[in-house]
């Protein structure tokens, strides 16, 4: 699994390009924050509707649906750039220098292949159900209410190509860290130890308790 990264920055280019793309990331993580909140009124509403009206939100499911993906994608690249998603350091965390720069850089080339894929298919996915000359330009539609589909499907190959940048960034970073020898590069996410987290947890909550007492 990974664990708790850090990503360091500095004047460069690539850093400077880094921190523009992570703005993009992050509001397109809130947009998934939202819409998660956004699910649990719904819900809220729909079970209150039934049980003091008799009359929950129509096409309830539908509207599930269609808040799904937005969930599911949107906040993949924000997390690949902290180094959130799933991995196995069993064997990498024990590299260091170039063969750790190198190793990532190879396994990040590798995910960058798979989402060009995966985008080229989602995109081929959402053509099939848009449709200009459709009603709601839509070939395609929920089964309760009628909701077109094609904005959903076209979430996936969005959410896929902003990813596909934050790779192409962190492939610059592994591959200039592997050239230069650099032992903290900046632009991409460095594991941190078990002591490193503990230590930045700590000085996390004393923070908020001295600004708590200042109060």
């Excluded at 990331?25 to 939202?34: D, F, K, N, R, T």
């Excluded at 190509?161 to 592997?178: E, M």
């Excluded at 460095?190 to 996390?204: F, G, N, R, S």
Aim: include cysteine; aromatic fraction near 10%; charged fraction near 20%.
């Amino acid at each position: 699994m990974a664990g708790a990264s850090s990503v360091l920055q500095d004047g460069s280019l690539l850093s400077r390009i880094d921190r523009g793309l992570f703005r993009v990331e992050g509001w397109l993580a809130l947009i998934g924050g939202l819409a998660v909140f956004g699910l649990m009124l719904l819900a809220v509403v729909s079970v209150g509707g039934r049980n003091f009206a008799n009359r929950p939100i129509s096409g309830y499911v539908d509207w599930i649906e269609q808040v799904m993906p937005v969930i599911t994608f949107l906040g993949i690249a924000y997390c690949q750039r902290l180094g959130g998603h799933i991995r196995m350091d069993i064997l990498i965390g024990r590299f260091r220098g170039r063969l750790l720069w190198f190793t990532e850089l190879l396994s990040t080339i590798v995910i960058l292949v798979l989402m060009v894929l995966l985008v080229w298919g989602s995109w081929a996915h959402f053509e099939r159900s848009f449709d200009w000359d459709a009603p709601l330009w839509s070939r395609d539609s929920s089964l309760d209410i009628g909701l077109p589909l094609w904005p959903a499907k076209l979430l996936a190959p969005v959410a896929f190509a902003v990813l596909c940048l934050r790779l192409v960034l962190q492939i610059w970073g592994y591959g200039r860290a592997f050239l230069r020898g650099d032992e903290r590069p900046v632009a991409v996410p460095l594991i941190e130890d078990a002591a490193t987290v503990a230590a930045q947890e700590a000085a996390a909550v004393s923070g908020a308790e001295d600004r708590g007492q200042d109060r």
